[in-house]
């Protein structure tokens, strides 16, 4: 069965080259589950799909630019008419970040019984957690401790997608993607040894170590657009299709 991946954001926190925060979406028939909704993510989405086609969101860690969209989502799928639950995957603190985000942007809003549907969190972690038509494991990886970091382990219709979300190389991020048939992968930086995200040229240095079969990279910041016609793997551009 085919699955496809769509990266609507490809782009690093600072929306480098105009590229959108992290959001990326998969499907397959019974399956629609959106992998991160940073900031920036609704308009992203907007250009692509229709927001009411995403089932559930699974969060990698708690920084902006991959959670922070979610309150726009939730308040434009509300005007929009939806009824359906929106459920929400991450890590342990997600649903009290998301609901102090909430509270910060529009406290007028976002209220007990004002939503015209449920949006629910749940936390995701070792065991599968049955998301969105998926089965979503999350493993801690690392990044900046206190955005609580995780990849994820995405099977779907007989496929395993890995997504690094945001890490630095270790044998950590070895184990989010071994014996994914795809395996997407930040890459912040092109060869700058940064202590919370792996780079282009550690990707490739390890590359035989993360045991996936396809390998596509996201997240692209200033470095590594300014380094793309170097880039000898697949690289991800908002609106980008694959098929796995
Ligand atoms: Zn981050």
Redesign the pocket.
Known sequence: MTVRVQFLGSGS?FSDGGRANAAIHITAPGVSLLLDCGGSALPAIKKQIDPKAIDAIAV??L?G??FGGIPFLAIEQHFTGRKKPLVVGGPPSLEQRLRAEEQALYPDFFGPTTLGFPLNTVVLGAQPTALGGARVTALPVR??RL?E?HGLRVEVAGKLIAYS??ARWTEELAAVAKGADLFICEATFFERDDP??ISYRQVMAHRKEFEAKRIVLTHLGAETLAHLSEVELEYSTDGMQIEI
Do not use: L, N, Q, V
């Open positions: 926190a990698t860690h920084h630019d991959h990044h900046i955005a970091p979300g945001d919370s995200h």
